[in-house]
């Protein structure tokens, strides 16, 4: 299926936020970036959705995944059978 909407929540400088905007960019997926440093309504709402404070986190049409490096986005991904998954 191919998602509505993506939002990544991200901090800057932190390394596997960079490579999941790298991953998404990579595979063409438009997305949403919240930085949750500058941004209190955004951190607010990434530790309310995933009950943390780690970034990376996603938010794809509901479907979560919180603190992930770019292989473990990939392989949730293609469980989620989102499309495109390049």
Same mark, same amino acid.
């Given at each position: 299926?191919?998602?509505k909407?993506?939002?990544l929540?991200?901090?800057p ?17 438009a997305?949403?970036?919240? *930085? +949750?440093?500058?941004?209190?309504? $955004?951190r607010?709402e990434?530790? =309310? /959705?995933t009950g943390?404070? #780690?970034?990376?986190?996603? *938010? +794809?049409?509901?479907?979560?995944? $919180?603190?992930?490096?770019?292989? =473990? /986005?990939?392989?949730?991904? #293609? ?8």
């Open positions: 299926m191919k998602p909407t993506v939002r929540f991200i901090k400088g932190c390394p596997w936020c960079d490579e999941a905007i790298e991953w998404l960019d990579q595979h063409r997926i997305y949403e970036q919240l *930085d +949750v440093i500058r941004n209190a309504e $955004a607010g990434m530790r =309310e /959705l943390q404070t #780690r970034a990376p986190s996603i *938010d +794809v049409d509901g479907h979560l995944l $919180a603190d992930f490096g770019a292989d =473990e /986005l990939e392989t949730w991904w #293609r469980q989620m059978k989102f499309e495109p998954a390049v």
